[in-house]
């Protein structure tokens, strides 16, 4: 299937690793030059490698999302170097340890938003002029089924759920410009260097079999590849009656029907 993505300028963050270099890698794929951002360089010098393997351009930015104010440099500089985004996937985030509301400092909980909503806001309203200048644009959430409904910890949850309604909200608001504005909501993924991963490391083999048999229909953690293909779904012509959703990829873990 042709998704009519190929030359398109993206932008994922967190995609040296994780769901995020897999959703680069299936962007790369459809012929999209892709730039990532990330911590450190070494990991994204490894991944823009991988990137220019598949014969796009490729570019590799340090930055740090949960600044928002260094956001506009970080679209500038993508502009600079392979072009205006055409495509925006806001990945970068995650949890610390499960905190209820009594142990939760106020300065913890805000820096959950810094990292899982704030700088991915800030993208957004950077790319949306160029979209709308151009009838055309793609910007995809990572959210999580715990935005969805109860699990993981209070910050972590309130981030994500805060994440899909801005994702709806904005979807509404563009949809009439081109730019159509979606979320992803995964499960539990596993993949290397990730939570999931170090979850199964760390603990006995009977408190993995313990969580898999009370949580993961499917029998096993879930694995990126089909996150990254369903970014690169939604950021195709082919998804161009999709917009304001969230998508579920959890292989049967969460319990919502809506």
């Given at each position: 299937?042709?998704?009519?993505?190929?030359g398109?300028v993206a932008l994922?963050t967190?995609?040296?690793?994780?769901l995020?270099?897999v959703?680069?890698?299936?962007?790369?794929r459809e012929g999209?030059?892709?730039a990532?951002?990330?911590r450190?360089?070494s990991?994204l010098?490894?991944?823009v490698?991988?990137?220019e393997?598949l014969g796009?351009?490729?570019?590799?930015i340090?930055?740090d999302?949960?600044?928002?104010?260094?956001?506009?440099?970080?679209?500038q500089a993508?502009?600079?170097?392979?072009g205006?985004?055409?495509i925006?996937v806001n990945?970068?985030g995650?949890?610390?340890a499960?905190?209820?509301i009594?142990?939760l400092?106020?300065?913890?909980?805000k820096?959950?938003?810094?990292?899982n909503?704030?700088?991915?806001?800030q993208?957004?309203r950077?790319?949306i002029?160029?979209?709308?200048?151009q009838?055309?644009?793609?910007?995809?959430n990572?959210?999580?089924?715990?935005?969805?409904?109860y699990g993981?910890?209070?910050?972590y949850m309130?981030?994500k759920s805060?994440?899909?309604?801005?994702t709806?909200?904005?979807?509404?608001?563009?949809?009439?410009d081109g730019?159509?504005?979606n979320?992803?909501?995964?499960g539990s993924?596993?993949h290397?260097e990730?939570?999931w991963e170090r979850?199964?490391?760390?603990?006995?083999?009977e408190?993995?079999e313990d969580?898999?048999?009370?949580?993961?229909?499917?029998?096993?953690?879930?694995?990126?590849?089909?996150?990254?293909d369903l970014v690169a779904?939604?950021a195709?012509?082919?998804?161009?009656?999709i917009?304001?959703s969230?998508?579920?990829?959890d292989g049967?873990?969460?319990?919502?029907?809506?």
């Amino acid at each position: 299937m042709d998704l009519g993505i190929q030359g398109k300028v993206a932008l994922v963050t967190g995609g040296s690793r994780g769901l995020g270099k897999v959703a680069a890698l299936s962007l790369a794929r459809e012929g999209v030059n892709v730039a990532i951002c990330g911590r450190t360089q070494s990991t994204l010098d490894g991944t823009v490698a991988e990137l220019e393997a598949l014969g796009v351009r490729a570019q590799g930015i340090v930055a740090d999302v949960t600044d928002a104010e260094a956001m506009p440099a970080l679209n500038q500089a993508v502009v600079d170097g392979i072009g205006p985004i055409d495509i925006l996937v806001n990945n970068a985030g995650g949890s610390r340890a499960r905190q209820d509301i009594a142990d939760l400092p106020l300065e913890d909980f805000k820096a959950a938003f810094d990292l899982n909503l704030f700088g991915g806001y800030q993208l957004m309203r950077e790319v949306i002029p160029y979209m709308r200048q151009q009838k055309w644009g793609r910007i995809i959430n990572i959210a999580s089924i715990y935005g969805r409904e109860y699990g993981g910890n209070l910050s972590y949850m309130a981030a994500k759920s805060a994440l899909i309604s801005a994702t709806k909200h904005a979807a509404l608001s563009l949809v009439t410009d081109g730019v159509l504005v979606n979320s992803i909501a995964p499960g539990s993924i596993s993949h290397p260097e990730g939570s999931w991963e170090r979850f199964q490391n760390e603990n006995p083999p009977e408190v993995v079999e313990d969580f898999i048999s009370r949580n993961l229909p499917l029998g096993r953690f879930g694995w990126p590849e089909p996150v990254g293909d369903l970014v690169a779904f939604l950021a195709s012509q082919r998804a161009d009656l999709i917009t304001g959703s969230c998508i579920v990829v959890d292989g049967g873990q969460s319990y919502s029907m809506i």
